[in-house]
């Protein structure tokens, strides 16, 4: 028995080698979309479209995202959609389904991919609730890239939390006057010891914390990720 990326076949060493020439052939050549995602590090594009093909394997593969992370995969052509996690595999160009989900989504296609988890180390499930002390940024950080690939925008309802899946919906409440705001998780952080969220300006400003700095806060979680 023979293996191609960890998936045994009955072919022998000739087959083998026109299966890998077949298959790297279709999966390893330059498509000619233009990706629209934006990628932090080329790890993890919150949105993307990316070109979605097959391969004769018991798992996805992709190039474009951490290993194991898990996305929502949608087909604009018929509106059907797969949520799958993908294996990093950089001889694959965009992402390679198992070949038994082509019946059901359709020939190749040019996907709508939308990420659920970064990485292996991404939570799957939220807590209804987070408490601690949150601080805010903006000035220097205004238009920058966040760790989810978009530009921050410190007059957005935006935060950074350590681990929560972006996309993530918090109410977040000052515990010092009872003010309240919705929040979307859109970067990681705060990494100072103590702090547990960090808001942008603008969310900073509805709940009246910008001359404390630091506040203690309760969020409750409306929508773990996206």
């Known amino acids: 028995m023979e293996r191609f990326l960890g998936f045994r076949t009955p072919l022998g060493a000739l087959g083998v080698v026109i299966l890998l020439t077949l298959i790297l ?11 629209k995602g934006r990628v932090y590090n080329g790890k993890c594009p919150e949105y ?3 070109w979605v093909h097959y391969c004769p394997t018991k798992y996805a593969y992709t190039d474009r995202y951490q290993h194991l992370s898990k996305v929502k995969i949608v087909n604009p ?12 595999n950089k001889k694959v160009r965009g992402i ?5 989900l082509k019946k059901y989504l359709g020939k190749p296609f040019l996907g709508k991919v939308y990420l ?5 180390n991404g939570v799957k499930k939220c807590p ?21 690939g978009i530009r921050f925008n410190q007059h957005e309802y935006y935060a950074a939390h350590r681990y929560l899946p972006f996309g993530t919906l918090l109410e977040v409440k000052n515990l010092k006057n009872g003010r309240k705001v919705i929040v979307k998780v859109v970067d990681r952080g705060p ?4 702090r547990h969220l960090d808001l942008s ?6 709940l009246g914390m910008i001359r404390d700095g630091v506040i203690p806060f309760e969020a409750k979680v409306l929508r773990c990720g996206y």
């Open 25 to 35: 052939s279709s999966c390893s050549v330059k498509t000619s979309y233009k990706e």
């Open 116 to 120: 659920l988890r970064c990485g292996e």
């Open 201 to 206: 300006y603008a969310a900073a400003k509805k």
């Open 48 to 50: 993307a479209k990316v």
């Open 96 to 100: 390679c389904l198992p070949k038994r």
């Open 191 to 194: 990494y100072v010891r103590g």
């Open 128 to 148: 209804k609730y987070i408490r601690g002390y949150a601080s805010w940024y903006g000035g220097k950080f205004h238009g920058r890239k966040t760790a989810s």
């Open 77 to 88: 052509r018929n509106g059907k959609s797969v949520k799958i996690s993908l294996r990093l």
